[in-house]
């Protein structure tokens, strides 16, 4: 953790009662001379909304493009701009600002900021501060934003790899329309990308290096064109396993059935309807997967035949469903000559854990995780308990990312270090 404050600064709003994903975390939000720097706005609105306390610093060129005003109201901080700043006291406003900060995040940064902190430059506050921080205990997290043109030059992207090499962490640039009409990479990560980014670099990088492939969410069996059979399931489980697991360094692909979920930034999702095409792309990932999450609540059965067209509502009886069943995809994972390290959910209505061990022997699987399908189904919040040959363990009511965060420490204790 950082220091405590220093008395001749006056501190962003006290949110000593603050909750979400960056409650008590103080992040010092740079914005530097791009278009982008509206984006700061909505950035700050959503680090105050997890609980972080947001103090800002400005460059010379961001104010051309940003009034300090609407950072000030927003961060409830008055905005520093200026290394010669006679507001504080002993005259080091980047000494007081860089040990304050649990993170460093500049956002946009330009092709000018990024060429200076990556030589060592520092004429004014913020690249000061970046290079008076200490390393160890403030994050640097940098989120380019440029024309095309400029970011593919050689001396950016030398900037860039040496920023890598140096440990700050790039956050994007995406791909898509830019500012200036033209397309290309180079646009600013939107805000709640970037939220998700400063959230991860909190987290210990236990998965580095491994992959990790999750199915999520319900399948939906088709019974004509217009018809099928689905269940419950929300997709919110399996979408923060995904998220965790990129969380803890690893690289994701989600296999999801029907949600209509946003993706976890940063993971790779693969949409899928049935049961079938979710065995489909769960094979066609599996051999090259460290570890399988099987969260998907896959329908059991499928009708038999999926009429060409819509069956027509006749009088009298209603037309007969004949069902069959759906393939058990985490057991196919399971029976793999060299399989992932695979890990099964099991939601029931009664007797959990009887089931969840049943379930563990019958599939081989690492663990399972047993939860109460009444409760979790839709929930935000979930009590749940991972099974294994040993034992159980409980985990108790939390919200599902924190659950999933759980998990994810679990399987890394089970993995054997990766191959270097
Ligand atoms: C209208 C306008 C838009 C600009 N947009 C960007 C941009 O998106 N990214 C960038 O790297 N530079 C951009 N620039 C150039 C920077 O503002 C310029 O390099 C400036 O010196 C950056 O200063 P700073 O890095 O200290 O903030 C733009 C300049 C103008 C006039």
Redesign the pocket.
């Known amino acids: 953790m950082a220091e405590s404050h220093t008395p001749s600064l006056p501190s962003p709003l006290a949110r000593e009662d603050a909750t979400g994903l960056l409650a008590g975390r103080r992040i010092l939000l740079g914005v530097?001379?791009?278009?982008?720097a509206y984006k700061a706005c909505e950035l700050v609105r959503l680090l105050r909304a997890e609980g972080a306390r947001v103090q800002a610093v400005m460059?010379?060129?961001?104010r051309?493009?940003l009034g300090p005003a609407s950072l000030q109201a927003l961060t409830g901080s008055p905005v520093y701009d200026d290394l010669w700043d006679a507001r504080v006291a002993d005259g080091m406003a980047h000494i007081a600002l860089s040990r304050d900060a649990d993170a460093i995040v500049v956002a946009?940064?330009?092709?000018?900021?990024l060429g200076?902190i990556a030589n060592g430059l520092c004429d004014?506050l913020?690249s000061t501060l970046v290079l008076a921080r200490r390393n160890a205990r403030c994050a640097l997290l940098l989120a380019?934003?440029?024309?095309v043109e400029?970011w593919t030059q050689p001396a950016v992207q030398r900037n860039v790899a040496q920023l890598r090499a140096d440990g700050a962490q790039l956050l994007g640039p995406a791909s898509g329309e830019q500012?200036c009409g033209e397309t290309g990479v180079g646009r600013m990560l939107e805000p709640a990308a970037i939220l998700e980014e400063i959230i991860a670099a909190f987290q210990p990088k236990v998965l580095q290096g491994r992959r990790v492939l999750v199915t999520a969410g319900p399948t939906y069996e088709a019974i004509d064109p217009v018809r099928g059979i689905t269940n419950r399931s929300s997709g919110k489980m399996g979408y923060a396993v995904a998220r965790a697991a990129r969380e803890a360094g690893a690289t994701v692909t989600l296999v999801s059935g029907p949600t209509g979920r946003a993706a976890p930034h940063g993971v790779h999702r693969i949409d899928v309807r049935s049961a079938e095409e979710m065995r489909t792309a769960v094979l066609g990932a599996a051999g090259d997967t460290d570890v399988f999450v099987a969260v998907a609540a896959v329908a059991d059965w499928r009708p038999e035949v999926a009429a060409p067209r819509k069956i027509k509502k006749a009088a009298g009886a209603p037309p007969p469903l004949a069902l069959v069943a759906n393939p058990d995809i985490l057991a196919e994972v399971a029976r793999l000559a060299e399989p992932p390290l695979c890990v099964g959910f099991a939601a029931e209505t009664e007797d959990v854990i009887d089931h969840a061990r049943a379930k563990l022997q019958a599939k081989r699987l690492a663990m399972v995780i047993a939860n109460a399908a009444q409760d979790a189904i839709g929930a935000d919040e979930s009590e749940l308990a991972i099974v294994d040959e040993t034992r159980i363990r409980a985990l108790p009511r939390a919200p599902k990312l924190e659950q999933a965060r759980r998990i994810i420490a679990a399987i890394a204790e089970r993995l054997a270090p990766p191959a270097a």
């Open positions: 530097t001379g791009g278009i982008a460059t010379r060129a961001a051309e493009f946009p940064a330009t092709a000018d900021f200076k004014d913020l380019p934003a440029m024309n400029m500012a």
